[in-house]
């Protein structure tokens, strides 16, 4: 299987692509997972192990392989300085390890995140959460929960929707990088809950019904948010800036910004304002 642009018409194609590109990823994941992960850090400070390097060389040879003349944004790549043109195209977004400081610390909430972009849209994203054994795809006809097997085999399919409140009862933040303008939004917005997550599974969360809201405030990149992103948007839900206006993929070129960086934002199910 070939697939090159225009893709619009492509999205199942390009959906198990993903799908076995990230299960593929999760082999050496586990491995290096319950082994003892080493990490170094970039110039951005982030931490980096040998599971992100070698995830990303699998997905990356299932991409090449499939997804012809689609551009690939990858973030081990791009700390390396290898940024394609994506001027006027759809792309991937590869986030090979989201979560790594959970990885680090042996929690078992790290994803493997791949998306497709298209006019700034995030139309495909696959979340796979090995340690966790499921997995979340959305597409354009909807978005689906996964459970996946110790083969690394897709063991069961079920639909998933967001909920619809004006209220939202159930926050979820974020575990590592969590600020007062976090905690004083979600003292703010009403919530009654508030769960503590690692990675894109908190998009993956309201996605399935289970919360209700997301705030992140920080630096994030799209490769962190695009797949969930997707997810989200697939089971009803959304991701905003903090203007409300929908969180837009392929921001380049930007004076005082780092290219593919994030706003302030909030994610959230149906219903909110």
């Not at 593929?24 to 192990?49: N, Q």
């Not at 392989?65 to 790549?77: L, R, T």
């Not at 909430?109 to 972009?117: E, R, Y």
Request: one cysteine or more.
């Amino acid at each position: 299987m070939t697939i090159s642009q225009p893709i619009s018409s492509s999205w199942k194609s390009i959906a198990a692509v993903f799908e076995k590109a990230a299960l593929e990823a999760g082999r050496p994941i586990l491995a290096i997972h319950r082994a003892g992960a080493h990490a170094r850090y970039k110039a951005d400070a982030s931490p980096v192990t040998e599971a992100d390097e070698q995830a990303e060389a699998v997905i990356l040879s299932e991409l090449h392989k499939s997804c012809v003349g689609i551009p690939i944004v990858a973030e081990e790549q791009v700390a390396a300085g290898h940024i394609p043109d994506i001027a006027s195209k759809a792309f991937i977004l590869v986030d090979p390890l989201d979560g790594t400081k959970e990885f680090i610390n042996r929690h078992p909430d790290f994803t493997v995140n791949i998306a497709l972009i298209e006019n700034g849209i995030p139309v495909i994203g696959f979340v796979y959460a090995p340690a966790l054994e499921i997995a979340y795809v959305g597409h354009p006809e909807g978005a689906e929960k996964l459970w996946v097997d110790e083969e690394f085999r897709i063991s069961r399919r079920e639909p998933m929707r967001a909920r619809t409140t004006p209220v939202p009862s159930i926050a979820v933040a974020s575990r590592s990088h969590r600020c007062a303008q976090t905690d004083d939004f979600l003292n703010r917005c009403g919530a009654k809950e508030i769960r503590t997550v690692g990675s894109s599974l908190k998009f993956c969360l309201i996605a399935e019904g289970v919360a209700d809201i997301y705030p992140r405030f920080g630096r994030t990149m799209e490769w962190d948010t695009a797949a969930g992103d997707a997810v989200l948007r697939a089971a009803g839900g959304i991701t905003v800036d903090l203007a409300g206006q929908p969180l837009v993929y392929g921001k380049t070129g930007r004076d005082g910004y780092a290219d593919f960086a994030n706003p302030d934002f909030v994610a959230r199910c149906g219903g909110g304002t």
